[in-house]
């Protein structure tokens, strides 16, 4: 059964006589809800915007029936989710063939000749590849498989094992090691100018026939010699850096005792187990010994390349649910991951596991956009940790920046509160560093190998936060995202809670019922705009898609159904009194009476005015008595009075008779009947007195003047025209929308202990805004793509 009996009950009390397959789709809307559609109100619109007639349920049965079979998976597929969030530790990685190569060289500690972790030794055994290497199976990369197999054949070398592994092992280095200089440079491995040269110098010590006077060899040389200059050995004993993830390629120079100290507090160094077990060779220290013991038990012999990685997995995981629009299942599950990334946040940042004592710039723009963006309280001096003299860096001592790092800062530093002046110079610097890589073409990635990357940055850069709209996004992600990218450490790795099949297949249903719930209100709305005539007005049918579009990308959810039918109608009737108000045929008096009918509530003060403005009083008179009649059952109290009021204030400034330059400097209130109109139907409980508390006026009295100046910017690029003054006009239009969503930014994120304005509220003001600026940013050409994207194009 898809819903509870007493949902399912109310269903049928609403439908009555629906057909079946009418009900299979009602069923698929109640699961994609969720709990928040116990009010019955959400239902009715989507019923009434539904069964316009015999021939449309016909032609949709079929696709209602396949939208019934996917709501049952999905069900099934959000419990699985639910599962895998509910249960994450340590993080799940897989195992690195390098890393398990350092554990099996470890002597045991009591004296006798013999592998400490046999376990490890054996695994390599079990291991190898048929082309003779060790590395990931299904991702063929030459250096990564090179100093994979590298490791192991030293590993088995030294305990004189395997020696048909090693031969075959052998041939295979010496083919590809003089390949090596053929791979690009970003998909080397992590470490691998430091540790590469040492093992290197290992086999020639074991007398291991290999082609040691390889070209790409003394490039290798020169890297690690830039990195030491940026990282000294004294930089090494006395502060925490990168190197101490890499210690096994330096151990001839560690003082081991001194390096002790910077231990991290499970044992590791930095969560290498490679490095730790270099450590442990040269130490025989406890905590080294006690880590090792841990992860080759988990990983039955084997070791990821890094553990743990709690805080990279939540980070990602999250990022990836949201991106897919599939976070509102998963709610509590999200919040618990943040607060527990939360937990280990500091003002140097973080790194991607709990009190790492290397903070990196990736890790730390993630947790600030998530953490930021649902409330929790963090700073952005985190950031100046990261930058030196005009450039940021991913972690101190850094040689190159990288693409994902710089992407995920960029992403971080858009959520800028006003003044936050290191978030100005990371959006300026990383904005610049991508288009150079993109006009380069070289995005690709040293910490991932992602298909989508390329795609994934060109939006971001296309479509800055300000101006993209979730639904869009996510419509875009749901092609870039793969099951199959692979991450680049020390050797190659997958994170299977980062990127999981499951997500992608809930994702791509519920877009597409979603999408079906979309169009089928798109049909009601068309209807309602022809027989209210409308169309009569001049207003066509695409302002009427695109006014639709706006609200569904805006706010997709099923059960905001209510509001984003009261968003859409509102707007087009703002349009259409919009074109009533200036045609030529419409006096002054005509505007006044239009206006006095409405503040009196009285249609037939109107019994001189044209038909057309009696069709078009009428249709706002009805409109808004329906919201009110909705909004008794959405808030429980009568909301006509406050609706009647905001509704008044707009039509009283559009009927003022106003020079040009009096037009272009008023403030519109299109926003506060659009936030307002939709946050009654949308399910909060919004007070009489909440509406005239200072704080809610404040942050109102900004949405309004935000989404004027981006009404007015939208309005010239639509017309194809400059603003009335030019291009300096023009700019300051921009700069001050820009500013203006500053504000409404620290407004909503900023964190308070608590009421008086509601976060939903404040969160919708800010999607308001987002979505006029989306409208000032993008060209009918752009907007129209993005249409029959979102609304007509189902994923696969």
């Not at 099934?76 to 060289?105: F, H």
């Not at 969560?271 to 010994?289: E, I, R």
Request: charged share 25%.
């Amino acid at each position: 059964m898809l819903i509870s009996a007493e949902k399912s009950s109310a269903l049928n009390t609403i439908l009555g006589t629906f057909t079946a397959a009418n009900l299979h789709f009602f069923q698929a809307a109640f699961l994609v809800c969720g709990t928040k559609m116990s009010k019955i109100l959400e239902v009715q619109h989507c019923a009434v915007q539904f069964l316009s007639s015999a021939n449309d349920q016909i032609e949709i049965r079929e696709r209602n029936l396949q939208i019934s079979r996917e709501a049952r998976k999905m069900k099934s597929w959000i419990e699985t989710v639910k599962y895998i969030l509910r249960s994450m530790e340590d993080g799940e990685i897989t195992i690195s063939a390098y890393d398990t190569a350092w554990i099996a060289l470890v002597p045991a500690l009591n004296g006798s000749a013999e592998p400490q972790f046999p376990s490890s030794l054996q695994w390599l055994i079990d291991n190898q590849l048929q082309d003779g290497s060790w590395g990931d199976p299904h991702m063929f990369l030459i250096r990564d498989r090179v100093i994979n197999t590298l490791a192991c054949v030293l590993a088995l070398k030294t305990w004189n094992t395997f020696s048909l592994g090693v031969n075959k092992g052998l041939i295979f280095l010496q083919t590809y090691i003089p390949k090596m200089n053929d791979e690009h440079d970003a998909h080397t491995p992590v470490g691998f100018e430091i540790v590469f040269p040492a093992l290197m110098e290992d086999a020639k010590i074991l007398g291991l026939d290999l082609p040691y006077d390889a070209e790409f060899l003394q490039k290798i040389h020169d890297e690690k010699a830039l990195k030491m200059k940026r990282i000294t050995m004294k930089v090494l004993h006395e502060f925490p850096s990168t190197l101490l993830h890499s210690l096994e390629g330096l151990r001839d120079k560690v003082e081991w005792e001194k390096i002790l100290k910077l231990q991290s507090k499970n044992g590791s160094f930095l969560f290498s187990p490679a490095s730790t077990a270099c450590a442990l060779a040269q130490t025989s220290d406890t905590n080294c010994l006690r880590y090792l013991n841990e992860i080759t038990e988990k990983y039955d012999g084997g070791a990821p390349n890094v553990y743990p990685v709690d805080l990279f997995e939540r980070l990602w995981t999250v990022d990836r649910i949201e991106r897919l629009g599939i976070a509102r299942y998963f709610e509590s599950e999200i919040t618990d991951s943040l607060e527990y990334v939360y937990r280990y946040w500091t003002n140097e940042g973080i790194g991607w596991a709990r009190e790492s004592p290397v903070k990196d710039v990736d890790d730390t723009s993630m947790a600030f956009r998530l953490l930021r963006s649902h409330g929790f309280d963090v700073t952005a001096e985190a950031f100046n940790h990261f930058k030196q003299d005009d450039q940021f860096f991913c972690f101190f001592g850094q040689t190159k920046q990288t693409v994902t790092g710089m992407y995920n800062l960029y992403r971080a530093s858009q959520l800028l509160f006003p003044g936050e002046s290191i978030l100005e110079e990371a959006r300026e610097f990383t904005k610049n560093f991508l288009e150079e890589k993109r006009a380069e073409k070289q995005l690709r990635d040293k910490w991932i190998i992602a298909k989508g990357l390329k795609e994934e940055v060109e939006y971001a850069l296309k479509f800055p936060w300000y101006a993209s709209q979730e639904r869009i996004a996510t419509r875009l992600y749901i092609n870039q995202y793969r099951v199959d990218d692979v991450w680049i450490g020390k050797a190659l790795y997958r994170m299977p809670i980062v990127n999981n099949k499951t997500y992608i297949e809930l994702a791509k249903a519920d877009f597409n019922i979603c999408q079906s719930i979309h169009r089928t209100e798109l049909q009601g709305i068309i209807r309602w705009y022809r027989e209210s005539g409308l169309d009569e007005l001049g207003l066509r049918q695409d302002q009427i898609v695109k006014s639709y579009f706006l609200s569904a990308v805006a706010i997709y959810e099923p059960d905001m159904a209510p509001a984003r039918l009261a968003w859409v109608k509102s707007a087009v009737l703002m349009a259409a009194i919009r074109i009533f108000f200036s045609g030529r045929n419409c006096l002054a008096h005509h505007r006044s009476q239009f206006l006095d009918a409405f503040t009196r509530w009285k249609g037939r003060v109107m019994r001189d005015s044209p038909n057309s403005a009696k069709r078009l009083f009428s249709c706002l008179f009805r409109t808004v008595n329906l919201f009110s009649v909705d909004g008794v059952v959405s808030q429980g109290r009568d909301i006509s009075g406050d609706l009647r009021h905001i509704w008044e204030r707009w039509l009283a400034s559009e009927a003022e008779d106003l020079t040009d330059a009096q037009e272009h400097e008023k403030l519109c209130t299109d926003a506060e009947i659009v936030v307002l109109t939709a946050a009654f139907l949308g399910g909060e409980t919004i007070s009489s007195d909440l509406l005239s508390h200072p704080d809610f006026s404040s942050i109102m009295k900004v949405t309004n003047t935000v989404c004027s100046l981006l009404r007015r910017i939208a309005t010239y690029k639509n017309e194809g025209c400059d603003s009335p003054s030019g291009t300096e006009e023009d700019d300051r239009l921009k700069r001050r929308s820009e500013e203006g969503m500053g504000d409404l930014v620290r407004a909503v994120y900023r964190h308070q202990c608590g009421p008086p304005v509601p976060i939903g509220l404040k969160r919708l003001c800010l999607v308001v805004a987002k979505s006029f600026y989306y409208a000032a940013h993008c060209n009918n050409e752009e907007v129209g793509n993005h249409v029959e994207m979102v609304l007509f194009q189902p994923v696969y």
